[in-house]
């Protein structure tokens, strides 16, 4: 059974920081290009950061400089280190695992305030 679990969220000023970690389990987790993903109320949900089996990343443009992502493979995780945080930066975020099939996690709350 494939499983994603997200914490680290939680309610945070502006201009503070939070780390977001996913622990995967029932994957190769080596092989899979992980990903943060939010969702703010009444918006689609957008991809923020990719990090690839290898170790490339990607970002959002909103989140560049702000935002990084990282994995460590032996811990099967992925993590996501936001900081300067902005209320726009409020959504529930998403970990995301894409190989042969894509799996989500159930999210953890991000909220920030002015």
């Known amino acids: 059974q494939v499983q994603l679990v997200e914490s680290g969220g939680g309610l945070v000023q502006a201009g503070g920081s939070l780390r977001l970690s996913c622990a995967a389990s029932?994957?190769?987790?080596?092989?899979?290009?992980m990903g943060w993903y939010r969702q703010a109320p009444g918006k689609r949900r957008e991809r923020v950061a990719v990090?690839?089996?290898?170790?490339?990343?990607d970002y959002a443009d909103s989140v560049k400089g702000r935002f990084a992502i990282s994995r460590d493979n032996a811990k099967n995780t992925v993590y996501l280190q936001i900081d300067s945080l902005k209320p726009e930066d409020t959504a529930v975020y998403y970990c995301?695992?894409?190989?042969?099939?894509?799996?989500w996690g159930q999210g953890t709350q991000v909220t920030v305030s002015s």
């Open positions: 995301y695992a894409h190989w042969n099939f894509d799996y």
């Open positions: 029932g994957i190769t987790f080596s092989n899979y290009a």
């Open positions: 990090i690839t089996s290898g170790g490339n990343t």
